[in-house]
């Protein structure tokens, strides 16, 4: 007799199967977004800043939110940290700005408020895989260019899927994720000018970056320009940015859930915007690391790697991405294996940039893995 799965009980089949009866199907057709477990690893995977703050940074910070009203709602639109950063960052006139839980939550407030009957996404692929699994997730067909294979935007395919597609959104990383590299401005300037619908570029990197299209936002009418500050060290703090010009901040506030961006959070980014050199210093020593890894790893036989705008670095390996992300796991250091997520990402792994100890020990283990006789995994 065939002993009976203890998990499959009478309850959890009829949940079951309303879940296939009731989740609509392109719900059910998803994958959720996994996260690889880290314990006890040096955590080279998310794209985090690897430096703490400074001990008196940190001081200051818990003496300010000692006083944090936490038996009070938030101020829903966070009024004061929107003046803070339009001031710092030099916005023009105009230009209104809609905060969230992270920038994630900011692509969702566009594709649900453009989710129209028959609506497209235009993405180039490979990218930040939220823009389509978001879109998906309100209905939204999402089409793909495929990037060049040197991982170059392909700019007359992007135009001609933009004039057979008729996209509401155009999603444009910049730098991208995974690959690290930024357009050109030219080229981003022809995409927004022949864009049929919204242009959103997402300058979560821009603080490793040479360049950003906030000054833009003066003169055209369907950009939209996000940033984060979780990759600039403030991953555990959530909060995303959506710049735009006057009326789109209008129409997503409709959609968008109240006092999303907590008192905490609030508060600790005031202290930090007061302390702008901390975070500046951490990622000029990032962009620092970022140029001798390269070198690094395009001295290494059998590596290819491609040069970055972002806190981290794309690189392919002959030995087989999969094989050398087990044994550099197995030695302790955690990278991102993309090998199957795209076609043009075949044996290729992504590493964040870290401390020049963390730097050094995924090095070590990288010559170990490459050197390592082939064997089952």
Not at 24 to 33: D, F, K, P, T
Not at 241 to 260: D, F, S, T
Request: charged share 20%; hydrophobic share 50%.
């Amino acid at each position: 007799m065939t002993e009976r799965d203890p998990a499959q009980t009478p309850d959890r089949v009829r949940v079951e199967h309303d879940v296939r009866r009731l989740v609509r199907e392109e719900i059910q057709a998803l994958s959720a977004y996994h996260v690889q477990p880290a314990a006890g690893l040096i955590k080279l995977d998310a794209m985090e800043n690897p430096y703490p703050w400074p001990a008196e940074l940190r001081q200051d910070w818990l003496t300010r939110l000692r006083e944090a009203p936490l038996h009070r709602y938030p101020d829903p639109t966070a009024a004061a940290l929107q003046a803070r950063l339009r001031a710092d960052w030099g916005l023009p006139p105009g230009v209104e700005l809609l905060l969230g839980n992270g920038s994630d939550e900011l692509i969702q407030l566009l594709v649900m408020a453009l989710a129209r009957p028959g609506a497209r996404v235009l993405i180039p692929e490979p990218t930040f895989v939220m823009y389509r699994q978001l879109a998906q997730s309100v209905g939204l067909a999402c089409e793909a260019v495929p990037l060049r294979a040197d991982f170059d935007l392909d700019l007359p395919a992007m135009l001609a899927a933009m004039e057979r597609h008729r996209p509401a959104i155009v999603f444009l990383a910049q730098p991208n994720n995974p690959t690290g590299q930024l357009l050109a401005p030219e080229v981003l300037a022809r995409l927004v000018e022949a864009a049929p619908g919204l242009v959103v570029v997402d300058e979560a990197y821009a603080p490793f970056a040479d360049f950003t299209a906030l000054p833009w936002l003066a003169g055209r009418d369907n950009l939209i320009v996000l940033r984060t500050f979780s990759k600039l060290g403030l991953a555990g703090l959530r909060l995303g940015v959506l710049a735009a010009p006057a009326g789109w901040q209008a129409a997503l506030e409709k959609i968008r859930l109240p006092y999303n961006v907590g008192v905490l959070t609030q508060l600790t980014m005031m202290h930090v915007l007061d302390h702008p050199d901390v975070l500046a210093d951490q990622a000029a020593a990032i962009c620092a690391e970022r140029a001798r890894l390269q070198a690094a790893l395009a001295a290494l036989p059998g590596v290819e790697v491609w040069p970055s705008q972002a806190n981290f670095l794309l690189f392919r390996v002959r030995a087989g991405a999969p094989r050398v992300h087990h044994r550099l796991r197995e030695a302790g250091v955690l990278i991102k294996c993309l090998h199957g997520a795209h076609p043009l990402l075949a044996d290729c792994l992504r590493v964040t940039v870290g401390t020049p100890a963390e730097n050094e020990s995924f090095l070590h283990g990288l010559r170990a893995a490459l050197a390592a006789a082939p064997g089952p995994l």
